[in-house]
Structure formats: C-alpha cells, structure tokens
DNA sequence: CTGTTAGCGCCTTCAA
DNA sequence: TTGAAGGCGCTAACAG
C-alpha cells in the first residue's frame, strides 16, 4: 500500500533525488539524454507518483483553486463548475469544489477550509450579500466573484465577473419588438440584487427606446413547497404561479422576459395550464441558456451566459493576477429557439 | 499574505507547539482549561489555521476522498457531486472531484491525479467498460464504483453501487400494467452494459409474468448533432428521434418505458410533435428522477435512484472499509407524477 | 551534469 | 502538564 518515494526511484534508476526533481520539474536540460530514460523507466517499473503534500510543503503552493457554489445539484452551478475545471486544467491547476447551500456559516467555514488547502485563489459563485466576509478574504488570497456586482460596499479587492445584464434584458427587448410585440412583462423575484436590478434597468431603458409598454411582474410567493431546496425549484414554481398575473398584468402584455431559464420554464409551465400554447399564444424568453432550455418543450429562445469564457477569465485573474482587469462584463449572445413568435 | 503557523501561536499563547498540536488534535485532558483557554484565543486573534499539507505529510492521510464523473454539466451527476459532498462531510472529509468527459486516457490520468493528493479512496460514476484499469487502482486505495455490476471480469476488490436495475423496470411494468396497459416498449440504446442489460431483463420477466406484450426499441441513430457533448443530450436526441419508431412497433404499445429519464423526456417531446398528447393518448416513464423531471410538462412519472442513500453509503465503503458488502443494490421508488395514466 | 543538504509546518513520542 | 527533537517526501540551492 505505501507508495513508492523519489529515494526510490533514484536508488533504481542509480541516479541522485535531485535528479529525479529535476526530471519531474521538466528540468531536462539538466541531464543526459540516457539519464533521462533511466529516469523514466524507473518511474514507470515503480508506477511513482509525487507526493502533493510534500511537494506543497516544500514550494508553499498548491496547484489548486478553490470554487464555491450553491449547490451542484444546481444545473447552472454544475456547468460553471465543469467550465472553471477546464479553465484551469488549462493551467495545470485543480479544482475543489464546496457547495455551501447559501449558508453563511458554511460559505465560511468551507473558505477556511479552502485557505487550510494552501488554494491559489477562490472562485465564488456563491456570494451572500454581505460582502464585507469575502473582502476579509483577499488579504489572504485573490478572489474572484460571479454574478455580484461591485458597489460602494465591497472592497476594491474583490474581483468580479458577471454578464452584462443589463444587456440580456435589452437585447431580449430588442428581440421581441423585432418580432412585433408592443406589451412586454418582466418577471423577477424581488430585486434585491444589484445584478437583478441592473436586468430591471436594461429592461426599462430597452422599453423606453422602443417606446412600448413594460410591465414588471414581482413573483414573489409560491403554493407549492420547493420539491429540491438545493436545485432552485423556487424559481420554477415562482415562474409556474405567476402565470395568470402576467397575463392579467395592466398592459395586456403578449410576451414575458424571465429573470433566467428556470423562472422562464416555470412560466412556460403556468401558462399551458392556463390553456395558452408557446409561442403562437405568448412569447416567452429566458436568461442563461441552462442545459435543459434546449431540451424543453417548445426549446426556450434565451440569452446565454459565455460561461466558458467567463470561467477562463476568472481562472485567469487568479492565476496571473494583474493580467486583466478587476470587474469585467461579459456580452450575453441571443439564442433564438422556438419559445418567441410574432404576436397574434 | 504568509499565513501564521503554529509556532506564532504557541508563542503568543505562551505555551509550547505541543500542547497546541493537543489542542488542534482535540486532547483536551492533556492541558488545564485556562492553557486551553489562552490557545483558543491566540488562535482566534491570529486567524490561525493549520496547514493541511504539513498535517497531511506527517500524519500520511488526507481528509480526502475522490470522485470521477463523466461531467458535472450532467444534471445527474452534479446531484451525484453534491451527495458525495453530504455524506463526506458527515465524517469531516473533503471531496475532490474531476470531470472525465468519459476519455478513457483522462480517467487515468486523473486517477493518478488523486492518487497524488493522498486521497483516502475513489469513488466514480464514470466507469469505463474496460474495468482492469479500475481493479489496478484497488492496490492503491479503496475503490467504490457507481453503475457497474460486478461480473467475472472485474476484480473482487472494486465494491459495487448501484440501485436495482431490474426491479426499477419491472417496477414501471407493474405501474403501467396497474393503469391497464397491455402493450409497453421498452426504449434504449443498445444494451451494452450490464446496467441496461439488467434492465431489459427486469423488463421481460415482469412482462412475461403479466401476460402481455413487450417491445424493445433500440435507439441508436440520430439526426441531430448534440447541442453539449457533455450533457448527455445524446438520450435526449435519441428518445426525441425514437418516437415514431415507438408508435410504429408491431404491439401497438400505449406505455414506454426510457432507460433513463433524459431519454423519456426526448421521447415526450417527439411524441408530442408526432401531435400525441401525455399521458392521454400515450404514458411514459423513465428512471433517475433528475431535478428537471418534476419541472417537466407533463411533470414525468419515474423511478428514483436514492442517490443520498448510494452516497452515504459509498463513503462509507471507502472510509470504514469492511463495514458493508462489497456489492450493494438500492430499491429504487416510484414516484407517480403525471405522464402516466390509463390507455385511452 | 550530478550528489549533498537543509528545511517547508506539523505531529508525536519521549523526557522533564 | 509541557518542552525538545526528529522526520514525513520533496525542492532548490550549492558544492563537486
């Protein structure tokens, strides 16, 4: 069981451990070609391994940053976190992943937990809305954060990455008004977040410019218990029980913006039990392009988070701190399914 | 930046490294309670934390188990992810985990990877069919399998966890025949593995034994390409382009059972675009019950995977070896929802 | 080009 | 009840 250790492999390859270091550090031009495969072959004979532990101990870092997210049951969170590992396997850096179930004490005890690993930075996708806990963070490592927005209250240190939001709302605007809809609702829980404020706005001024009317729909209160209190069904059910106030919204509207994919599919949901088919009946339009969006029923026009990308810029910030900028945002791209159509 | 160590907080304590290490260790008869005392407030003040890999080089373990999925932007397996997460917290371990995008070259390698973290034992749902490699690890550490069955060909020492897939199709037989079906398919890619081997003959002994007539659809070819090559969305494509196959089977079936849920929910949509109504004019059923089965429309009858249960359960394996079977098969439980009803 | 050496931070006897 | 000391496996000088 116990694994075989650089003194080893020296001993079998008659060479000395410094060698070998070298050798496993790509220091080749170190050595002679034939030591080189001595080397090699030892390794191989013994299937060695470096041990991470003590190399971490020796050079003070490990190649590893840390990533928070609400829960990976979340679909979003799930994509995010497949992106933020290939972004940094890019780098020759591994992820570890904490779901923190939006608990503040978890969110920190899991960050201490993350600093305990000797992690490069922390990735958080998981941000509370006190932010004065995540800027104690820098001091200790870099630190990167989705989807908040930076304000007056949280630390220049903390670095922030987010889609443009305020673009999603206008381009989906710009969408439907192309397709001739004069009456648009937004349906959005309360919004306490900067960010869903910041949609609110792209909304408002999206309407404003196409001279149309807009109507904001609080979702707020549901009937039915979150079936996963992880996976963000409230938004469904949020979107499924406002159904009916869109429709009897003030303006009449004949097509609904969603504060993201799973609220539009909750809607969606709503509304063909009020009897009503998508899009010939209502226009509907999301916000993230989750997995299922494509796989719905009609597929759901929405507009995608470049989260690949996002995921490298933010492994990036990390990594080659200084190589870009604080607070980046990414443009949303518009990816027209079936879920939109001219009104009747 | 530099994080302080355990000498800072013996000296500021005024105590020697020791009795520290006692304190982190939890042998507090070692130590007077204000000795105690002292420790915990230097700690506090320093914002200490130990260094993981230090502890880890010494001690020889880590707190750390692996997991291996295919990808995590699979809604399954971020549940997987997040319950691993769950029961390894329970015994204050971490988890590490890797996508493998089923590379057989990149399992091996992340493999190797854990191996090099001084991982306690691996646990993958990402199993290829070539199980040597797999039986190779279990030299190393211990190794817990989701969703392979054991067979000759792999060792006896890769424990085994999977829910019963033969009960899981005679158990939708049953519900369907319960509603008065008495023609169902069986919808599935080719039965390669032993899983959906076992499935089939779950499937024909329960169908056999009400006395009615079974189709097996295999569904191999597509015409779409996959929207997300990680996503599994090859079952979606798969069930989507299956359904008139399905309705044009010699039992005239009214009832399909799908391998899994993904490929049920393709299989709905193209029914639907075949202008059939669910569960009016055909009932349909999957296995999994992953999160999007619920926001469905119609919101899809299925037979639950008890993954907390299959976690805890893995964990356990791994983390007190011996304690259980090496193969374990979980029941899995019907859940009733509302793409099932009686034939027309 | 290769070998020797001194720790990285912590844990654990052992002695005081 | 506390202190001193050795070493876990590796890396990076530095000396040969």
Request: charged share 20%.
């Amino acid at each position: 069981m116990s694994e075989p250790k650089i003194q080893d492999v020296a001993r079998l390859a008659g060479v000395s451990p410094s060698s070998i270091s070298n050798f496993l550090n790509n220091r080749m031009e170190q050595m002679r070609p034939d030591t080189q495969r001595k080397i090699q072959q030892a390794i191989e004979q013994l299937g060695y391994r470096p041990n991470n532990a003590a190399r971490q101990l020796k050079t003070g870092v490990a190649k590893m940053v840390g990533l928070l997210v609400p829960s990976l049951a979340n679909q979003f969170f799930g994509s995010l976190a497949c992106a933020v590992e290939t972004a940094a396997a890019r780098h020759q850096c591994h992820v570890m992943t904490f779901s923190t179930f939006r608990d503040p004490d978890r969110e920190r005890a899991v960050m201490a937990d993350l600093l305990a690993y000797g992690v490069q930075g922390i990735i958080t996708g998981s941000a509370l809305n006190d932010t004065d806990h995540l800027a104690a963070m820098t001091s200790r490592c870099p630190v990167v954060a989705f989807d908040i927005k930076r304000s007056e209250d949280n630390h220049e240190r903390i670095m922030t990455i987010s889609v443009d939001n305020a673009a999603a709302t206008a381009m989906a605007v710009e969408h439907l008004v192309a397709l001739g809809h004069r009456s648009i609702a937004l349906v959005s829980p309360p919004p306490y977040t900067l960010n869903r404020q910041d949609r609110l706005k792209g909304f408002q001024q999206a309407i404003a410019q196409a001279g149309i009317a807009g109507e904001l729909v609080i979702a707020d209160a549901t009937d039915t218990p979150p079936s996963d209190p992880h996976g963000d069904t409230q938004l469904f059910e949020l979107g499924r029980s406002a159904a009916a106030r869109i429709l009897a919204a003030p303006g009449k509207p004949t097509a609904a913006i969603a504060i993201n994919d799973m609220m539009a599919i909750g809607i969606g949901v709503g509304l063909k039990q009020l009897g009503l088919r998508i899009p010939d009946d209502f226009s509907l339009i999301g916000i993230d392009d989750i997995f299922f969006s494509a796989a719905h029923d009609p597929p759901l026009t929405t507009l995608r988070q470049p989260i690949q990308a996002m995921a490298d810029a933010a492994v990036q910030r990390i990594l080659a701190p200084g190589a870009g900028q604080v607070a980046e945002l990414f443009p949303p791209e518009l990816i027209v399914r079936a879920s939109t159509a001219a009104p009747k």
